[in-house]
């Protein structure tokens, strides 16, 4: 968030979409075939949206196009039936203004963001996942499994330190009652 608010928008969108796909990645119950199919299904799973605006194939083709290019316009938005390209806007722009700009300088069938539905898909997502790491056991171990290999951070506190502390403070409450 302190990205978008130095209005560094594109750095704070590889941010979003990096951790869409951590948390993919972290909550894949069965292998994927690609990533791009792991990033699409947990958006499936544990986003809340009908997909009729943009699609989860139109986000990973958003994510992959900024990786790679840095840029709305990469590999998946220029094949002939390919997905349609998104561009973002973000207070203090408009909307309007975003949209005008984009016009007039050629650009037609994409879908022009909000950053907030992007932090929202990401937020939303993220909260599914770790409610079903609270209250499933079986995906809570799947979860642990696939966070094996997850680095340690600048702290040098790994994310499996974290899991067992809470792991601790939930066996501290059940025994003292306190929920």
Not at 84 to 98: C, D, K, L, N, S
């Amino acid at each position: 968030m302190e990205a978008l608010e130095q209005k560094h928008k594109l750095p704070s969108l590889l941010l979003l979409y990096s951790f869409i796909d951590i948390c993919a990645s972290l909550s894949e119950e069965a292998p994927a075939k690609s990533n791009r199919e792991r990033f699409e299904t947990f958006l499936r799973t544990n986003t809340p949206f009908n997909w009729k605006s943009f699609t989860p194939y139109e986000l990973w083709a958003a994510r992959s196009s900024l990786l790679h290019s840095y840029s709305p316009l990469g590999d998946h938005t220029k094949k002939p039936a390919g997905a349609r390209p998104i561009f973002y806007f973000a207070w203090p722009e408009t909307r309007e203004q975003v949209d005008k700009l984009l016009k007039e300088r050629g650009y037609r069938n994409y879908y022009l963001m909000d950053m907030n539905t992007i932090k929202y898909v990401a937020v939303s997502g993220f909260n599914a996942m770790w409610h079903r790491v609270d209250t499933e056991p079986q995906f809570e171990e799947i979860f642990r499994e696939n966070a094996v290999h997850v680095l340690k951070d600048m702290q040098y506190m790994r994310l499996e330190d974290e899991l067992t502390l809470l792991a601790e403070l939930r066996s501290l409450n059940a025994s003292t009652g306190d929920a």
